[in-house]
């Protein structure tokens, strides 16, 4: 296959662009015009542009038979968010060409419902997604969108989809903050200590990726993408404090407690702030149910459908 | 009396769209029917945003053609306003435009022109005029509290190239004015000035207009120019190279001096009768002033009541005018004086 990366730059990007070219997939790398470029290897070709703006990068993509749309805006506010990610997914879809064979799609967790499934529930590719987007931050609200525009495009255009769904991507456990949700003073505050991270490294998301482009595909496919032995918040900080991390002294907070204080925030909200109130994450009902809920997740249909076999699960702790 | 609300069109559906569209959503003066942009998703996440139940369009000709609305909401980069701002008078609509409505005092006289042969109304956008603090302060001063308002000092630090302005991932220049992207918040710092001091031209501008970064995407990144308008003295700086963010104005009079910002607002008024051996006393109110005003921004931030809370004021009030037939809140005069002192600083860095 000759792939078209968009977002080769980036934590994720960079990761499936060595994996790619690992696998023989000849690889037409996007990178913004001010990255810094190191090509892996010869099968990769780099490409400058920037999604958000048409240019020399359309012609480039008319070579490619699959396109993998990595780029998103992951953070900034509310604009930069929808030019980067929904504007520049509408350029990309504006320039496929004609008899793409496939269009990989990497969206997020972020999308779901998390409200949806019972206590102690699971959350799998049949979960509802987010009925009400404006209730959570930016990013979903984004990646909403950019899913639906994919999938409309696809659908239209008759392009086979994979939409794969990644949990929280780390490389180490420090890019998830060890598993902290707040720290005060001396004190490491971890909520929801019992509740399972949907943890997978980034070598096995890129991994997946790669066995995404190559999987046999009818029409539309949708993944998601965790490690198989899940790690609690806890879990994740003890495992950090054992390897020798300088953390602080824990303090956990059980989730009901996390609810009870979100639960006090959204009364004061109605009360004093006609409902206005912009709450952090970790006070805000809806974000605290999508970061700390104890749900459990599966790749069984990774497994059974990609073939794929995460093996860095124990690797946080290297 | 209940009036029937006035049908608005939204033309540009980027950034500020969602400093517009929150009071169109919410208020009785105004039935959104149409939104357009060239980019069919960001319209329709826009209508989302807002639970707006109205038709989208991608050319805003055909949008105007086929809705006839009765006001234009012009949200556009800066050199597409001249076309757009044209059409909707064609078509019988009055004008709301972002600023800069134009990139020179030539091309702004010429759509109030426009505007006046169409018998419509055109406005630019001031927000900030209608923020609590100018508000307090222009009340203060017609109260005659600092007495004659002598000087102004208005300093806008804030780092723009780190967004759209300087990103150099992106091709062409920020913005399509001669000013570049300083242009784009010069207007805030001219109009505020004017306000505040009554004054309207200006008998001398000198100073500096330039690039200090060398980002080439930014155009001019860098102002700092001394205005002298009759017996007021004014200093306006934008620059991107200092920190914190701050929106900082300074008045000072014959009686006393006062000095706020818009990012983090608070009063501090100085003058009679904390002056001479009182200085002190005065110094401690104002100490106790800064601790509610610190609390009071606290409060603003959760509630997000920010800096562009004006915006809802301003537009109610231009709303008002139109159907009650009165002259806006913003004058066409003031905006051709505000244009032609833009022209004049603007043309401090096209000197050879």
């Given amino acids: 296959m000759k792939v078209f990366l968009t977002g080769a730059g980036g934590f994720l990007g960079s990761a499936i662009t060595n994996a790619a070219a690992a696998s023989g997939h000849s690889v037409l790398a996007l990178y913004r015009p001010c990255s810094r470029i190191e090509p892996p290897s010869e099968l990769v070709e780099p490409v400058k542009g920037d999604l958000r703006q048409r240019g020399d990068w359309t012609e480039k993509l008319a070579e490619a038979n699959c396109v993998v749309h990595c780029a998103a805006a992951a953070s900034g506010d509310l604009a930069t968010q929808l030019t980067g990610t929904v504007l520049a997914t509408e350029n990309l879809l504006a320039a496929l060409p004609e008899g793409l064979q496939r269009f990989v799609h990497i969206s997020s967790f972020s999308v779901y419902d998390f409200s949806a499934p019972g206590p102690f529930g699971r959350l799998d590719e049949e979960s509802v997604l987010e009925p009400h987007p404006l209730r959570r931050d930016a990013y979903t609200q984004t990646k909403l969108i950019q899913e639906r525009m994919i999938r409309a495009h696809c659908n239209a255009k008759d392009i086979p989809l994979v939409v794969l769904r990644p949990g929280a991507i780390y490389r180490t456990a420090a890019d998830w903050d060890y598993g902290r949700a707040l720290r005060a003073g001396p004190f490491d505050l971890i909520f929801g200590p019992l509740s399972s991270m949907r943890l997978v490294h980034v070598d096995d998301c890129a991994s997946a990726v790669i066995a995404a482009i190559d999987a046999p595909l009818e029409r539309e496919l949708v993944i998601n993408i965790v490690g198989s032995k899940p790690i609690t918040y806890w879990g994740l900080y003890r495992r950090a404090r054992q390897s020798g991390e300088m953390l602080g002294i824990p303090i956990p907070v059980p989730y009901m407690l996390v609810r009870m204080l979100g639960g006090a925030a959204w009364v004061a909200s109605r009360v004093f702030f006609e409902g206005r109130a912009r709450l952090p994450e970790w006070l805000d009902l809806p974000r605290q149910e999508a970061r700390w809920r104890s749900l459990s997740y599966s790749n069984r249909r990774a497994r059974a459908e990609l073939g794929w076999h995460p093996d860095r699960d124990c690797a946080i702790a290297d | ?352």
Avoid at chain 2, 27 to 42: E, I, K, N, Y
Avoid at chain 2, 71 to 83: D, I
Avoid at chain 2, 201 to 214: F, K, L, P, Q, T
Avoid at chain 2, 307 to 312: A, L, N
């Fill in chain 2, 1 to 352: 009396m209940t009036c029937s609300p006035l049908r608005t069109a939204v033309i540009g559906c980027g950034a500020i769209a969602y400093e517009h569209l929150p009071f169109l959503a919410r208020s009785p003066s105004a039935l959104p029917v149409a939104l357009c942009d060239q980019s069919p998703a960001m319209m329709a996440a826009a209508a989302a945003a807002f639970d707006l139940k109205v038709n989208l369009y991608a050319n805003a000709e055909e949008m105007l053609l086929a809705e006839r609305p009765d006001v234009v909401h012009v949200l556009t980069p800066p050199q597409t306003h001249s076309r757009l701002v044209r059409a909707a008078l064609d078509t019988d609509a009055h004008v709301i435009c972002e600023k800069p409505m134009t990139g020179s005092a030539d091309e702004t006289a010429a759509l109030i022109e426009a505007a006046r042969n169409a018998g419509k109304l055109l406005v630019e956008s001031r927000n900030l005029l209608f923020n609590d603090s100018i508000i307090d302060l222009r009340a203060r001063i017609q109260a005659g509290a600092l007495g004659d308002v002598r000087e102004c000092d208005i300093l806008l630090s804030l780092d723009f190239l780190a967004g759209p302005f300087g990103d150099l991932n992106l091709n062409g220049p920020s913005t399509g004015l001669p000013g570049g992207a300083v242009q784009d918040f010069l207007p805030h710092l001219v109009y505020l000035f004017q306000a505040l001091t009554g004054s309207e031209a200006a008998d001398s501008v000198m100073g500096e207009y330039i690039n200090r970064s060398g980002n080439r995407r930014a155009g001019f990144d860098f102002c700092d120019v001394l205005v002298r308008s009759g017996p007021t003295r004014g200093r306006l700086r934008v620059a991107a190279d200092v920190e914190p963010s701050a929106f900082r104005i300074a008045v000072r009079g014959t009686l006393a001096s006062i000095e706020t910002d818009l990012y983090n607002p608070y009063i501090r008024l100085e003058g009679p009768p904390y002056v001479g051996k009182t200085y002190a006393l005065g110094q401690i109110r104002g100490g106790f002033g800064l601790v509610k005003s610190g609390a009071d921004n606290l409060r603003n931030k959760v509630r997000q009541h920010g800096t562009m809370h004006g915006m809802p004021r301003m537009l109610e009030a231009i709303y008002t005018a139109i159907r009650e037939g009165n002259e806006p809140p913003i004058t066409a005069r003031e905006m051709m004086a505000t244009a032609e002192l833009t022209d004049q600083i603007v043309a401090l860095g096209q000197r050879p």
